[in-house]
C-alpha cells in the first residue's frame, strides 16, 4: 500500500474489499467432501456398469474447483479512499495485482450514485468531465453508505478549508 503523510488530517480513510464467500480452510474442506461424494458416487455408478457417469462427476469437481479459484481470485482486488482537505485519492488493486491512482481537487470533486438504487448503480467521483466508479464489488446499501461518508467528510473537510481563523 501507499505511503502517506501521516501530519495531514484525514477526514475519510475507508479500505474497499470484496465480501469472502468461503475462507481457504472452508474451501478445502468443502472440496474434500465434495471429492469424497464425487468418488463414492462414481464408484457406485462404476460397479452398476454406467462408467460414463465418473468423467461427468469428476468434470464437475474439476468445475466447481476452477469457480472457487476464480472467485479468490476476485476477492484479491482492493479499493482505498481517502479524502483530505485538499485531495480525494483513490488508490485500487485489480484481482491480477496490477495498482492504479487518482488524486482528485476535494473541492471539486462529486460524488454520484443514480437513483433509484439498483445493481447498475454505480458510485462515482467525478471531476470535470473524467468519472472514477469504485466499490463495484459492493451491495447497493454499502454504496449508499459509503457515498454518505464521502459527502460527510468532503463536508468536513470544507469546515476545515474555510474555518475563521482566531
Not at 478445502?28 to 460414463?52: D, H, R, V
Not at 473524467?130 to 459509503?146: K, N
Request: glycine share 6%; hydrophobic share 50%; aromatic share 12%.
Amino acid at each position: 500500500m501507499p505511503e502517506y503523510d501521516e501530519t495531514i488530517p484525514v477526514y475519510l480513510d475507508a479500505l474497499l474489499r470484496p465480501n469472502k464467500s468461503l475462507s481457504h480452510p472452508g474451501f478445502i474442506i468443502f472440496m474434500m467432501i465434495f471429492g469424497a461424494f464425487s468418488f463414492f458416487t462414481g464408484m457406485m455408478y462404476l460397479s452398476l456398469g454406467a462408467f460414463p457417469i465418473v468423467g461427468f462427476l469428476a468434470i464437475g469437481a474439476v468445475g466447481l474447483w476452477i469457480a472457487f479459484k476464480l472467485c479468490f481470485k476476485y476477492q484479491r482486488q482492493w479499493t482505498r479512499v481517502r479524502v483530505t482537505a485538499d485531495h480525494v485519492r483513490v488508490d485500487h488493486v485489480n484481482p491480477k495485482g496490477h495498482a492504479s491512482n487518482i488524486e482528485l481537487p476535494a473541492a471539486f470533486t462529486r460524488v454520484e450514485l443514480k437513483e433509484p438504487l439498483t445493481v447498475h448503480s454505480w458510485l462515482t467521483l467525478a471531476h470535470k468531465r473524467e468519472a472514477y466508479v469504485i466499490g463495484r464489488f459492493l451491495t447497493i446499501e454499502e454504496r449508499a453508505s459509503l457515498a454518505d461518508a464521502i459527502r460527510a467528510a468532503q463536508r468536513d473537510a470544507r469546515m476545515e478549508r474555510f474555518a475563521d481563523p482566531v
